[in-house]
Nanobody
């Protein structure tokens, strides 16, 4: 399984910007989709944005035009640039990767991995 480490969360005023980063590590053969999900208190986890290895992007309607996802495939890293932040963007943001990797226990497998989450708080 792939290890994902997120960074870049924090507290920002409405209208401000933050940039999240997520780096994947492990014995990785390839990463297919990488993306960002978020979960606000009392709500289900939802997709924010995702990008395929070929660069195809998907965004939640609520963030279109404000958030931009990008990837550095050489570094196995995905970014989320968040602009014009709103209080309703407040949530824990999780990185996700669909990867072909190797570990001693399972051998070579394709599986989903999640980061530990990073808190984003937008004050009004």
């Amino acid at each position: 399984q792939v290890q994902l480490v997120e960074s870049g969360g924090g507290l920002v005023q409405a209208g401000g910007s933050l940039r999240l980063s997520c780096a994947a590590s492990g014995i990785i053969f390839s990463i297919n989709d990488m993306g960002w999900y978020r979960q606000a208190p009392g709500k289900q986890r939802e997709l924010v944005a995702a990008m395929s290895s070929g660069g195809r992007t998907t965004y939640a309607d609520s963030v279109k035009g404000r958030f931009t996802i990008s990837r550095d495939n050489a570094k196995n890293t995905v970014y989320l640039q968040m602009n014009s932040l709103k209080p309703e963007d407040t949530a824990v943001y999780y990185c996700n990767a669909d990867a072909d990797s190797y570990n001693v226990k399972a051998g070579r497998t394709r599986s989903q991995s999640w980061g530990q989450g990073t808190q984003v708080t937008v004050s009004s």
